[in-house]
């Protein structure tokens, strides 16, 4: 057996909601580049980010990135620090003069850390929120309560723990601003409806460690704070996000990943991918009378992180148990609502998931 088959082999089915899988082959080009890269005679990790073997993988991950998600030339792309969470007040920082607002939507986990994280910098209104329904389903534009002069909508597409998605981004007269963190380019995106869309990346991407902004050109500068450099999105564009030290790993990773994605057909073969994911996970549950139990509307459920019941709490954990002692883990869903989540990201082989539909056969056989 050769060194790269006999890894793989020893690989499990990791279903992880972040950090996520990645592809084998992306992990072992890292893995043979890591000491030294390019015949620099030292790790990429270890040189310059101003070296030109830094710039040359830097470039080409921005300009990937832009052919890939079809980013339009009056966007800027940026690759930042501080995660998804800390956009939830960047973006009011930079987007929102003081006295404006921006409405938002509450529909999980994440809708309500962004607009709680968004009011420690301005006034921010709520436009919906499902709490009242347990976030089991996204709601339609009729529902939407918009607060006048409000500067944009912001969403979250995918709501990463309690499972649900925007099956289509809505149809509102405001630009709308979007944390699309868990379904980042797992689909194709329409810049004309988005003002700004943000992903940290170790959830369909990379390794943790950055998040990448997609901000309209036009509005940068437009708050007229007078915000720290660091956390200007003017400053990192006129750099090219080098203002200062970039997060060099997750961006060399995500350069390769985003190749990869390129080779593999792009977003709509991504889209296309996750759809039978899902169809192939939901199936098994939907088939099982009841037995496995989808909490959320259908409409709204998610193709990246599919949760699901058992008939009680004692089977969920020893499904995540037995699960595990089969190489297939991290299914056990977030600590705030129980249950068992499955993340498929972009990378996840559909014949992971076969394996797990095909456990899950076989554990209520045991069971039922
Ligand atoms: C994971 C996640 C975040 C937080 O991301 P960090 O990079 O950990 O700050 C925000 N929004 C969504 C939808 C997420 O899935």
Not at 59 to 77: I, N
Not at 280 to 297: F, H, N, Q, R
Request: aromatic share 8%.
């Amino acid at each position: 057996m050769n060194t790269a088959s006999h890894e793989a082999a020893t690989r499990v089915h990791n279903f992880c909601a972040g950090p996520c899988t990645l592809p084998v082959s992306i992990l072992e080009e890292v893995r043979d580049e890591f000491l030294d890269f390019d015949g620099i005679g030292m790790s990429l990790l270890e040189d310059s980010h101003r070296a030109p073997a830094y710039d040359a993988v830097h470039t080409a991950a921005m300009a990937d990135f832009r052919t890939l998600a079809g980013v339009p030339d009056d966007y800027a792309v940026l690759f930042l620090q501080g995660g998804a969470t800390l956009q939830f007040a960047q973006i009011p920082m930079n987007l929102l003069a003081d006295g404006e607002t921006a409405s938002h939507l509450n529909t999980g986990a994440w809708g309500k850390k962004a607009l709680s994280e968004g009011r420690r910098v301005t006034d921010l209104h709520e436009a919906w929120t499902g709490v009242g329904e347990g976030f089991a389903r996204m709601p339609s534009v009729g529902e939407f309560d918009i607060a006048e002069g409000s500067r944009y909508l912001h969403v979250t597409t995918n709501e990463t723990i309690g499972g649900i998605r925007l099956p289509a981004y809505p149809d509102v007269d405001l630009p709308m601003v979007g944390d699309m963190s868990s379904d980042f380019l797992s689909r194709p995106i329409d810049w004309s409806r988005f003002d700004l869309a943000y992903g940290g990346v170790q959830k369909n991407l990379a390794p943790a460690g950055m998040v990448v902004v997609v901000v309209r050109r036009d509005l940068l500068g437009r708050s007229g704070r007078d915000l720290p450099s660091a956390l200007d999105y003017a400053v990192q564009d006129a750099n090219d996000s080098l203002a200062n030290t970039p997060p060099m790993f997750p961006i060399w990773v995500m350069g390769k990943v985003l190749k990869w994605m390129i080779a593999a057909g792009g977003l709509g073969e991504f889209e296309r991918r996750a759809a039978e994911r899902a169809a192939l996970l939901y199936g098994a549950i939907d088939s099982s009378d009841g037995w496995y139990l989808s909490p959320v509307d259908e409409a709204s459920r998610s193709h990246m992180n599919i949760v699901f019941r058992l008939p009680d709490e004692d089977l969920e954990e020893r499904f995540v148990a037995e699960a595990a002692d089969a190489d297939m883990v991290n299914l056990k869903g977030h600590r705030s609502v129980g249950g068992i989540r499955a993340s498929v990201y972009n990378a996840m082989a559909l014949e992971s998931v076969e394996a797990l539909v095909s456990f899950m056969a076989g554990f209520r056989a045991a069971n039922d």
